[in-house]
């Protein structure tokens, strides 16, 4: 069966410091990965994905996301943090067999402190 | 491009009553997906629909039923409310396969309150 862990239900970091918003996965076969961002009372903004290819992805707003097959993990990174990345982060995976099914994350909430 | 539109964007109901929830694709995009969202619980994927079909249902009872139409719009009924129905509902679409994996594009969601 898919699973997605997010092990952080929030992480605080000071603005201009590195973020880091961990994602493991369990998958069987090849992962399809995504991050997606929400903001209060709105729906979920697709920020990245991972298909296949090069490990690091780079997506919107400066994040980047390193995919690791041996670790299954995605985790998501920006390298200087703005106040405005407050936001509620979810990790979802999509196995690249057999069902078209999106499984989310429990979601982490993001708190960049001025 | 207009994005995902559901309607309404809040609902208050009664335990006992139903509910039928609407959802807009973007123009284009054969997918939708239905979640519901709950603090502490995440998004669960309640069903997918790919051209008027059912492909895919998650662990929801059969109180919760959804439907496409043939432009692609989708709709979701509850019936017989539970206080525990209260939630964000949330519609998402796709391309869908044949096209490479596209993003799913959600729409802001249909807050659903039951008392």
């Known amino acids: 069966a898919q699973s997605v862990a997010q092990p952080e239900d929030q992480v605080n970091v000071a603005e201009g410091n590195p973020l880091t918003v961990k994602c493991t996965y369990s998958?069987?076969?090849?992962?399809?990965l995504f991050w997606y961002v929400q903001y209060p009372n709105r729906g979920l903004q697709f920020l990245l994905k991972?298909?296949?290819?090069?490990?690091l992805v780079k997506g919107s707003y400066g994040f980047e996301a390193e995919f690791n097959k041996s670790q299954t993990s995605f985790h998501l990174k920006k390298p200087s943090a703005l106040v405005s990345d407050s936001a509620l982060y979810f990790c979802?995976?999509?196995?690249?067999?057999?069902?078209?099914?999106?499984?989310f994350g429990t979601g982490t909430r993001l708190k960049v402190l001025a | 491009k207009a994005g995902v539109t559901q309607t309404p964007r809040y609902l208050i109901k009664t335990r006992g009553q139903q509910v039928t929830l609407s959802c807009s694709p973007i123009?284009?995009?054969?997918?939708v997906s239905w979640y519901q969202q709950t603090p502490g619980q995440g998004l669960q994927f309640l069903f997918e629909?790919?051209?008027?079909?059912?492909?895919n249902k998650g662990n929801f009872p059969g109180r919760f039923s959804g439907r496409q139409f043939s432009n692609s719009r989708s709709e979701m009924n509850v019936s017989t409310l539970e206080l525990g129905d209260s939630a964000l509902y949330l519609c998402?679409?796709?391309?869908?396969?044949?096209?490479?994996?596209?993003?799913?594009?959600f729409g802001n969601g249909t807050r659903l309150t039951v008392t």
């Open positions: 998402a679409s796709s391309l869908g396969e044949g096209q490479g994996i596209s993003p799913l594009h």
């Open positions: 998958v069987s076969g090849n992962p399809y």
């Open positions: 991972y298909i296949t290819g090069d490990n």
């Open positions: 979802a995976v999509r196995s690249t067999s057999g069902t078209y099914k999106y499984i």
């Open positions: 123009s284009g995009h054969r997918s």
């Open positions: 629909y790919f051209s008027e079909t059912q492909r």
